[in-house]
């Protein structure tokens, strides 16, 4: 039974389209993160929701637009999108109160790339 | 913006060799985490540290946070193919918004 699962594993589409991509949780946490990692393997934060208000929002295309609908899942949307969005999305939860012990728990990533 | 320095970026070694990751910073940070990612995987949590000074042992990996809690080191004696992978390190500044920073990793290959 897998803690945090997200879909799809690879997503392979063309400039300009839309997409998104799903992520669940079942381990309680109330609160996710969307990650980026590029080609250089740079995991970088791009949102943060807990208990369903965002409270991370660093710089990142407007284009990209994540929703939250309840505590147990965070969506990625991506509008028109372009080549260097190309890269690995990781999804990953925690308990909001104890990430200085716990850590996060990661999805095993979504691979898109854009041609 | 804080940063996290990891050295080496890339570590070719023999089954049976010692090893050592470093992570550095100039900030201070709450806590220390080490992850270690698996192709076509997420990364998965292997310790947090922190407490300065504090050293943790995991089997053949051990992990010490700096007495001013800016930098830590991971050493792997008797490495093993198993041990191959990406090793991150990720600092936790504390506040309210849980935000990990993570280092660029450290790709540690462990040849039979």
């Known amino acids: 039974d897998t803690a945090v699962s997200q879909t799809p594993k690879y997503l392979v589409t063309q400039m300009g389209n839309d997409k998104s991509i799903k992520c669940e949780q079942n381990?309680?946490?109330?609160?996710m993160y969307w990650y980026k990692q590029d080609s250089k393997k740079f995991l970088k934060i791009m949102f943060s929701?807990?208990?369903?208000?965002?409270?991370i929002n660093e710089t990142v295309p407007n284009r990209f637009s994540p929703k939250s609908p309840d505590k147990a899942h965070l969506n990625l949307h991506i509008n028109s999108l372009e080549l260097g969005d190309s890269a690995v999305y990781f999804c990953a939860s925690s308990q909001g109160d104890r990430p200085r012990g716990y850590g996060y728990t990661f999805g095993s990533g979504t691979r898109l790339t854009v041609v | 913006t804080q940063l996290l320095e990891q050295s080496p970026q890339f570590l070719s070694i023999q089954e049976g060799e010692n090893l050592t990751v470093y992570c550095n910073s100039s900030s201070v940070f709450s806590s220390l985490q080490w992850y270690r990612q698996e192709p076509g995987e997420g990364p998965v949590l292997l310790v947090t540290?922190?407490?300065?000074?504090e050293v943790k042992k995991l089997k053949r990996l051990t992990f010490q946070f700096g007495d001013a809690r800016k930098d830590s080191s991971l050493h792997i004696t008797a490495a093993q193919p198993g041990d191959t992978g990406l090793y991150l390190c990720?600092?936790?500044?504390?506040?309210?918004?849980?935000?990990?920073?993570f280092g660029k990793g450290t790709l540690l290959t462990v040849n039979p």
């Open positions: 990720a600092g936790y500044s504390g506040g309210s918004n849980y935000k990990l920073t």
């Open positions: 540290v922190v407490t300065g000074g």
């Open positions: 381990l309680g946490h109330d609160t």
């Open positions: 929701y807990n208990n369903k208000e965002l409270i």
